[in-house]
């Protein structure tokens, strides 16, 4: 993914491997800056978006899981409300080169995405 095909505030989903259960992660893009997230909901363990790259609300202002409502601080994953408040989604480093390309580092297992805390 390349910075120009985000706009400001934005926010996309990717996958990462093949098969029945690839890596499912999301980049947001809030005032020049680059978020990325594991697409798991703490609440239900399931993605955050239902209908694709439906991440953002009020301006792009909060992360919501369309599926039970909760919300969650761009710039931190820090639910805010909802079923998992004060729990967050699983950051992922992330940057953007001098040529636009997005990079993010998926975690070393992917058992932790998957897994109840």
């Given at each position: 993914?390349n ?5 400001d505030?934005?926010?996309r ?6 098969g029945?259960?690839?890596?499912n992660?999301?980049?947001v ?16 363990r ?9 991440f953002l609300i ?13 919300l ?8 805010l ?5 004060g ?6 480093s ?7 390309s ?14 109840p805390?």
């Amino acid at each position: 993914m390349n910075t120009d095909e985000l706009g400001d505030p934005d926010a996309r989903s990717f996958l990462v491997g093949d098969g029945d259960w690839p890596f499912n992660g999301f980049i947001v893009r809030r005032q020049a800056k680059i978020f990325a997230y594991a697409n798991i909901c703490p609440h239900r363990r399931h993605p955050l978006d239902l209908e694709p790259h439906a991440f953002l609300i009020d301006n792009g202002n909060l992360i919501r899981c369309t599926s039970h409502g909760a919300l969650f601080c761009p710039e931190t994953g820090v639910c805010l409300s909802g079923p998992c408040a004060g729990h967050r989604l699983m950051a992922l480093s992330c940057r953007a080169d001098p040529d636009g390309s997005i990079r993010v580092s998926a975690p070393e297992t992917l058992r932790d995405c998957y897994l109840p805390e």
